[in-house]
Nanobody, 127 residues
Framework: QVRLVESGGGLMQTGGSLTLSCAAS????????MGWFRQAPGKEREFVAA????????GYADSVQGRFTISRDNAKNTVDLKMNALKAEDTAVYSC????????????????????WGQGTQVTVSS
């Protein structure tokens, strides 16, 4: 069973930066595609970013492209989401997710593809 634990959330002002981390256990991280999703109050969960098993391929939602960066350290079993130029609309609960795959250069932006989920961490951006 894969366990994912997020950390790093908090309250930030508009324009600030924040880095979220996801610590994985229970399975070798390099077996897993990793993703970040978020859900704001009253809204559906949405894709934020994903990274392939090797880290060589990444994908982002249009709303965060150029501001957020996803990275992974398979040796440390961690995945980070660096968030810059934060906006009020980035306020949400951010969740780390993962799924195993035999393919090294792929990732998915579809939540239903992900088999494992963390509890989430709150990010609040105030103007």
């Amino acid at each position: 069973q894969v366990r994912l634990v997020e950390s790093g959330g908090g309250l930030m002002q508009t324009g600030g930066s924040l880095t979220l981390s996801c610590a994985a256990s229970g399975r070798t991280l390099s077996d897993l595609v990793m993703g970040w999703f978020r859900q704001a109050p009253g809204k559906e969960r949405e894709f934020v970013a994903a990274i392939s098993r090797s880290g060589g391929d990444t994908g982002y939602a249009d709303s965060v492209q150029g501001r957020f960066t996803i990275s992974r350290d398979n040796a440390k079993n961690t995945v980070d989401l660096k968030m810059n130029a934060l906006k009020a609309e980035d306020t949400a609960v951010y969740s780390c997710a993962a799924y195993p795959t035999a393919f090294t250069g792929t990732y998915s932006s579809t939540a239903t593809r992900y088999a494992y989920w963390g509890q989430g961490t709150q990010v609040t951006v105030s103007s």
